[in-house]
Structures are given as structure tokens and as C-alpha cells.
T-cell receptor, first 118, second 114 residues
């Protein structure tokens, strides 16, 4: 396992369509995160899973957005009825709770899924 | 709420020079982590260096070091002997201890020129 993988890398869709992104974290990591990054900005937190439980959601995550992590492995982020303002890079990251017995706070990121809404 | 500010949108230096990227943050927390992440063009973000707020000693990782001033809420990154491969966006980030959310700054685009 070489890292966090995301699919698709690029998605172009028309306004109003639904899109789904998949993230496969590093296999031994029990924590998984979704961030959104718009051009020229830093990533913004969307949501966080510990195993299969979604423990935190940002107010940025409107009711058109839903994320799942069945069985605590891969995760999906679905955006329904896409809007042009949803155009962004969607980043997935994973982490483990402890490294060498200590909380590290280090996240390992995937290359992202770029969404363009026409 | 915590905020992270990077006041330098872009920087450019010659190869082998030393460069310092600035970051300030605002928090009322006492225990937290600070990070510098590097995002090369079209590649994933990777951790450069990490600092625990309770440690007074500044973190170093090879050519990368930080100047952590807790009272001033400042966390700058120094890159020594810069290399072409250091060209990237650099993001400063904050995480409250016990939380799971990274708060990022706006980023600094660093270009190393040959």
C-alpha cells in the first residue's frame, strides 16, 4: 500500500448532475478525512470518519453532500444536483490515531479529485 | 475559531539560497500542533515539518526548520540550501490537540529558480 488513492482524478459534469468520488485510505489507518480546495486557497475541512462512524461535519457540507465509509475501509463523497460553486479539488486524507505511541496529527493526503461543473 | 494567515502569496529565490515563509495563527487553545505541508504541482500534499505547542525547541527536518514563537503566535518555515524540487505551494496548518480538523492558511507559492 503506497498511499491514499482517489478516483476519478478529474470529473467534468453539467450543473444539476450527481457525482461520486471514491477514496481508498492507507490500509492501517482508521481515520479518514475529506477536504475541499478551491483555486488559490488552502484546503477546507468537510468531514471526518473514525472507522465507519462519521464524527464531524463542517457547515460547508450542505444537504446536497453526503459521505459514507462502509465497513471502515474506503469512503465515498457524493454531491447531488451539482452547482458551479462546487467546482473544486476534493482531497481525501487518512491517518492513524497513534504513531510510536503518541498522537501525531499527521494526515496523509491523496492527489485529489478535481471537479468541474459546467 | 482558529485562523491561520500566510501573508506572502508568492515568493521566489535562487537555488541554494535560504528562504523563510511566514505564518501567524490565532487561537485561545494552549495545546495544539502546527504543521507545514508542501503541495508540488499536480501532486499530493505531504508533511514537511510538525511542531507540538508544548515543546519550546524548534522542530528541524534536514534542510527545513521552524521558528515557533508561541506568545507571538508565529510559526515560520526556513528552507536552507533551497533546491529546484522545493518548488511548490506551502501551507501552514493548525490542529487543536484532541481535535481532528486541520485549519489551513491560504498558502505561499514558492518558486526556486536555477
Amino acid at each position: 500500500d503506497t498511499g491514499v488513492s482517489q478516483d476519478p482524478r478529474h470529473k467534468i459534469t453539467k450543473r444539476g448532475q450527481n457525482v461520486t468520488f471514491r477514496c481508498d485510505p492507507i490500509s492501517e489507518h482508521n481515520r479518514l478525512y475529506w477536504y475541499r480546495q478551491t483555486l488559490g486557497q488552502g484546503p477546507e475541512f468537510l468531514t471526518y470518519f473514525q472507522n465507519e462512524a462519521q464524527l464531524e461535519k463542517s457547515r460547508l457540507l450542505s444537504d446536497r453532500f453526503s459521505a459514507e465509509r462502509p465497513k471502515g475501509s474506503f469512503s465515498t463523497l457524493e454531491i447531488q444536483r451539482t452547482e458551479q460553486g462546487d467546482s473544486a479539488m476534493y482531497l481525501c486524507a487518512s491517518s492513524s490515531r497513534l504513531y510510536r505511541g503518541r498522537e501525531t496529527g499527521e494526515l496523509f493526503f491523496g492527489e485529489g479529485s478535481r471537479l468541474t461543473v459546467l | 475559531a482558529q485562523t491561520v494567515t500566510q501573508s506572502q502569496p508568492e515568493m521566489s529565490v535562487q537555488e541554494a539560497e535560504t528562504v523563510t515563509l511566514s505564518c501567524t495563527y490565532d487561537t485561545s487553545e494552549s495545546n495544539y500542533y502546527l504543521f507545514w505541508y508542501k503541495q508540488p504541482p499536480s501532486r499530493q500534499m505531504i508533511l514537511v515539518i510538525r511542531q507540538e505547542a508544548y515543546k519550546q525547541q524548534n522542530a528541524t527536518e534536514n534542510r527545513f526548520s521552524v521558528n515557533f514563537q508561541k506568545a507571538a503566535k508565529s510559526f515560520s518555515l526556513k528552507i536552507s540550501d533551497s533546491q529546484l524540487g522545493d518548488t511548490a505551494m506551502y501551507f501552514c496548518a493548525f490542529m487543536r490537540q484532541g481535535a481532528q480538523k486541520l485549519v489551513f492558511g491560504q498558502g505561499t507559492r514558492l518558486t526556486i529558480n536555477p
